[in-house]
């Protein structure tokens, strides 16, 4: 069974940074290919997909949103992926969620329906 744990949430001033990280458990980083990807979800709106990356090549894949602000990185022997954040503003404010799919390429699709495992979430909140 696979199981995520995300860690590093926090509030910030608009202009800081935060690291997010989400340890999985279950599956493995070094002789499987996954897709794993952070998603946030704002009060009143949808979850949507921040960034990815899969296992198997690294390759990253980002909101436009965050692109140039945020990076998706992944450490094989600790199983972990993390999401840096940096010039954090006000409305990156959200719980932000660690996602898997196991044996799956992400450039096979990295919708919210595509993965199949989730953390319970860490908060982050950005203030002004």
């Known amino acids: 069974q696979v199981h995520l744990v995300e860690s590093g949430g926090g509030s910030v001033q608009a202009g800081g940074s935060l690291r997010l990280s989400c340890v999985a458990s279950g599956l493995s980083f070094t002789h499987v290919r996954n897709c794993m990807g952070w998603f946030r979800q704002a009060p009143g709106k949808e979850r949507e997909g921040v960034a990815h990356i899969d296992t198997g090549d690294g390759s990253t894949y980002y909101a436009d949103s965050v692109t140039g602000r945020f990076t998706i990185s992944q450490d094989n022997p600790k199983n972990t992926v993390y999401l840096q954040m940096n010039s954090l503003k006000p409305e990156d404010t959200a719980m932000y969620y660690c996602?898997?799919?196991?044996?799956?390429?992400?450039?096979?699709?990295?919708?919210?329906?595509?993965?199949?495992?989730w953390g319970q979430g860490t908060q982050v909140t950005v203030s002004s």
């Open positions: 996602a898997a799919r196991p044996v799956w390429v992400c450039s096979w699709g990295r919708r919210e329906d595509n993965y199949n495992y």
